[in-house]
């Protein structure tokens, strides 16, 4: 009797299978969240500006480069593709060759403008997941979205969220903190992970941190984390 329990046991625990998960490139993250980001997912990225969280984006894009993994930066009124290519050739950690087949960068502000709503928004975004048939995506930065949407919005990012799962992508999605919370309330609804990026002062200097507040399948350590931001891109230094 013991012995068929204890196979029972045996039996539950070898079910269990651990979650894919893909490295983000950034030093230290990976080793305190299990391995890397779980696969697919949604991850918001939450900062003010200079907190670093283009440069975490860019990396994790590199990162996925450099293990022949297909990216797209999507634009939302961001600027042009060819200013952020120039910005990401400054890291160390960026390739040339990444930018001529594997990382695309799409501005989707022309398309906004012309789109009558969230499902043409929506089908313009799937439409370039099926083209390139990436494994990592940004979205840079939706909130500008809710302007246009309105009362569609949440619906927009519930469905976005969605065709991401079904792509078993892992999507970084940039937002910018409100006056109450350190991120935007209606991209946490549907992220996975939750990693605010913040600058404070400190004896007269700027420093900056990261703090991982959510992450699905994985235990993480709590509390702002130290982070450096060079040419060769974000690290971050658990314990400082």
Same mark, same amino acid.
């Given at each position: 009797?013991?012995?068929?329990?204890?196979?029972?046991?045996?039996?539950?625990?070898?079910?269990?299978?651990?979650?894919?998960?893909?490295?983000?490139?950034?030093? =230290?993250?990976?080793?305190?969240? =299990?391995?890397?980001?779980?696969?697919?997912?949604?991850?918001?990225?939450?900062?003010?500006?200079?907190?670093?969280?283009?440069?975490?984006?860019?990396?994790?894009?590199?990162?996925?480069?450099?293990?022949?993994?297909? =990216?797209?930066?999507?634009?939302?009124?961001?600027?042009?593709?060819?200013?952020?290519?120039?910005?990401?050739?400054?890291?160390?950690?960026?390739? @040339? $060759?990444?930018?001529? $087949?594997?990382?695309?960068?799409?501005?989707?502000?022309?398309?906004?403008?012309?789109?009558?709503?969230? $499902?043409?928004? *929506?089908?313009?975004?799937?439409? @370039?997941?099926?083209?390139?048939?990436?494994?990592?995506?940004?979205?840079?930065?939706?909130?500008?979205?809710?302007?246009?949407?309105?009362?569609?919005?949440?619906?927009?990012? *519930?469905?976005?969220?969605?065709?991401?799962?079904?792509?078993?992508?892992?999507?970084?999605?940039?937002? @910018?903190?409100? *006056?109450?919370?350190?991120?935007?309330?209606?991209?946490?609804?549907?992220?996975?992970?939750?990693?605010?990026?913040?600058?404070?002062?400190?004896?007269?200097?700027?420093?900056?941190?990261?703090?991982?507040?959510?992450?699905?399948?994985?235990?993480?350590?709590?509390?702002?984390?130290?982070?450096?931001?060079? $040419?060769? =891109?974000?690290?971050?230094?658990?314990?400082?």
């Amino acid at each position: 009797m013991m012995w068929g329990m204890q196979n029972c046991r045996d039996s539950r625990r070898s079910s269990k299978t651990a979650l894919d998960r893909i490295p983000t490139g950034i030093h =230290g993250l990976d080793d305190m969240i =299990g391995g890397g980001l779980p696969a697919p997912s949604v991850i918001l990225v939450s900062g003010g500006l200079g907190t670093g969280r283009t440069t975490f984006c860019t990396q994790f894009l590199c990162k996925g480069a450099s293990q022949r993994e297909r =990216g797209i930066y999507f634009m939302v009124f961001k600027g042009t593709p060819q200013w952020a290519i120039r910005f990401a050739r400054t890291y160390e950690f960026a390739e @040339e $060759s990444y930018f001529a $087949s594997l990382i695309r960068y799409l501005d989707l502000g022309d398309a906004l403008n012309e789109a009558g709503g969230a $499902s043409e928004i *929506l089908g313009l975004i799937r439409s @370039e997941l099926a083209i390139f048939r990436p494994r990592r995506i940004v979205i840079d930065t939706p909130a500008v979205l809710e302007e246009i949407l309105k009362d569609e919005y949440r619906r927009f990012l *519930l469905n976005l969220a969605k065709v991401i799962k079904e792509q078993n992508i892992v999507a970084l999605i940039i937002g @910018e903190p409100s *006056l109450s919370m350190p991120y935007p309330a209606d991209i946490a609804y549907i992220a996975d992970g939750i990693i605010v990026l913040r600058n404070s002062e400190a004896n007269l200097s700027q420093r900056r941190s990261l703090e991982v507040l959510k992450m699905s399948g994985a235990s993480h350590a709590s509390g702002r984390i130290c982070v450096d931001i060079s $040419s060769q =891109g974000l690290a971050i230094y658990p314990g400082l």
